[in-house]
């Protein structure tokens, strides 16, 4: 595409570049394809049209066009260079999630993820913004100005069996889990189907319960919490709430015990990738972490056969 200066001095009137029969514009006419250019907006002999203030940046260009030079007609029927003039259409989805679900259609393509609903679980951690340890930054008085008490937040969803992410948020912490939870959980549906949810007390609420076997038709697992201040005989609080009455009088410990799958996930990660960030800015934090949520799906699934022990 042209630049913005060349074309306005295309676009001259009389006396210009885009007039006479040895012009630009005459060298510039039979190559122009007749899809772009319906009208003889750039002639081969006479004027060019002339624009009130150089190339506009919308894609109308009906009303910019004000005519030949001398002329007090205007050209209501030529759109010069309407497909060059006009941007592209923005994306449906932003590279990282197209990126993510192709690595999730790839690992379901290859068996590891069936096309049935499956047993997902959540939790989020956080990550080092800078190569030096949060105990160093700390205590030596070098760096305890890069000391920042907010960190990038990643909360996740994965596939307990075969340790698939599904879904990957990024915020900053420190936040309640309760933030990002219907987030990941939309996502993650978007490219698999759960029957069941497992999560630890910090998404434990009768909204979260709700939304998850209500909306969604998922089972959750969420162990419940006693909130508020103790009674006066320093008893425990009733636990209110339909699904949290449920968990709490028949807790299924032993199909809960597969929550600690995503803590394996995010230590293999991190053991893998690294838990420090090399970027700066929020915006290139955010996609430095998908990136690591990509490339260690990737990695799944090109060596599904090979642990991610460190004695391996």
Same mark, same amino acid.
């Given at each position: ?71 007090? /007609? ?105 933030? /990002?939870?219907?987030?990941?959980? /939309? ?58 009455? /449920? ?66």
């Amino acid at each position: 595409m042209y630049e913005q200066d060349d074309e306005r001095s295309y676009s001259a009137g009389k006396g210009g570049t885009g007039s006479g029969r040895g012009g630009v514009a005459a060298l510039l006419a039979p190559q122009q394809p007749e899809e772009v250019h319906t009208g003889a907006v750039i002639r081969a002999a006479g004027t060019a049209g002339v624009f009130p203030f150089g190339l506009p940046w919308a894609c109308d260009v009906d009303s910019a066009v004000v005519g030949p030079a001398g002329s007090t /007609e205007v050209e209501t029927h030529t759109k010069l260079f309407h497909t060059l003039l006009c941007r592209r259409p923005a994306a449906k989805k932003r590279g990282a999630t197209r990126l993510l679900d192709e690595a999730v259609g790839l690992a379901r393509s290859r068996g590891l993820i069936a096309s049935d609903a499956a047993t997902g679980a959540i939790d989020s951690t956080g990550l080092e913004t800078r190569h030096v340890s949060v105990h160093y930054a700390k205590r030596s008085w070098r760096q305890r100005g890069h000391y920042k008490r907010r960190y990038p937040k990643l909360s996740a969803l994965c596939d307990i069996d075969t340790h698939i992410i599904l879904a990957a948020v990024v915020d900053r912490g420190p936040k309640p889990d309760i933030v /990002e939870f219907q987030a990941v959980l /939309e996502q993650a549906l978007k490219r698999q189907p759960l029957q069941t949810l497992l999560g630890d007390a910090g998404y434990e609420s009768e909204a979260a319960h709700r939304l998850c076997r209500e909306t969604y038709g998922v089972r959750s697992i969420i162990p419940t919490t006693n909130r508020g201040r103790r009674r006066k005989d320093s008893r425990p609080n009733a636990v209110t709430g339909k699904y949290r009455q /449920e968990l709490h009088e028949a807790f299924p410990k032993e199909e809960y015990g597969q929550r600690w799958q995503v803590e394996t996930v995010f230590s293999s990660m991190k053991r893998r990738l690294g838990s420090a960030l090399r970027r700066r800015r929020p915006f290139a934090i955010n996609r430095e972490v998908l990136l690591k949520v990509i490339t260690y799906n990737l990695m799944v699934i090109l060596y599904r056969y090979i642990t991610f022990q460190q004695s391996m």
